[in-house]
């Protein structure tokens, strides 16, 4: 049972343009969604988190979306540069040790 | 700089040869991880550590076992490898939402 769903496997968007990460979920108890990149030959790294009492958070380049009645959150990077080529994961928990993972998405930023 | 280093970075087993993975870190961290990725899949969290008080997920295989000597230290042992457990293998620690990845080790079951 995949709680946390990205349906999209890869993205590509031009150099200076708006990526836009998608992902869904199916857990209401959810009440923490983070966003982790992941370059090859590294493990993840943490990049942007969203608590379920607020619909935006932003971080520079970086915007996460929260909308909870649909439960589905995206990841917005504006603009995109080709060091943002990576894997993006989205990841949610409920508030205790066990986060839950998607499948990730793997972007490429063509220059 | 801190971090969460795993070792070794590339593993080659044979079936049904026990094998252990390890983890360090310099974080100070108490909570420790351990999760299996295969190929376009995402992260399953196999056990994690909250300081030593260890928990397993329901759905990981007897196979698989952990010990965590101390806070820095954690391993993965894997009793008797199959073919199924090629994959790689994710530390990570915390000590809040955000966790800390090791770059992981990729295991070759031969």
């Known amino acids: 049972d995949q709680q946390v769903k990205q349906n999209s496997p890869s993205l590509s968007v031009q150099e200076g343009r708006i990526s836009i990460l998608n992902c869904d979920y199916t857990?209401?108890?959810?009440?923490?969604f983070l966003w982790y990149k992941k370059y090859p030959a590294e493990g993840p790294t943490f990049l942007i988190s969203?608590?379920?009492?607020?619909d935006k958070n932003e971080d520079g380049r970086f915007t996460v979306f929260l909308n909870k009645s649909a439960k589905h959150l995206s990841l917005h990077i504006v603009p995109s540069q080709p060091g943002d080529s990576a894997v993006y994961f989205c990841?949610?928990?409920?508030?205790?040790?066990?986060?839950?993972f998607g499948a990730g998405t793997r972007l490429f930023v063509k220059a | 700089d801190a971090m969460v280093i795993q070792n070794p970075r590339y593993q080659v087993t044979q079936f049904g040869k026990p094998v252990t993975l390890s983890c360090s870190q310099t974080?100070?961290?108490?909570?420790m991880y351990w999760y299996q990725q295969k190929s376009s899949q995402a992260p399953k969290l196999l056990f994690h550590?909250?300081?030593?008080?260890?928990?397993n997920e329901a759905d990981t295989p007897d196979n698989f076992q952990s010990r965590r000597p101390n806070t820095s230290f954690c391993f993965l042992d894997i009793r008797s490898p199959g073919l199924g457990d090629a994959a790689m293998y994710l530390c990570?620690?915390?000590?809040?939402?955000?966790?800390?990845f090791g770059p992981g080790t990729r295991l070759t079951v031969l």
């Open positions: 990570a620690t915390s000590i809040s939402n955000e966790q800390f």
């Open positions: 857990n209401s108890m959810f009440d923490y």
């Open positions: 969203i608590s379920s009492i607020k």
């Open positions: 990841a949610a928990n409920t508030g205790g040790f066990k986060t839950i």
């Open positions: 974080l100070n961290h108490n909570v």
């Open positions: 550590y909250y300081d030593k008080d260890f928990n």
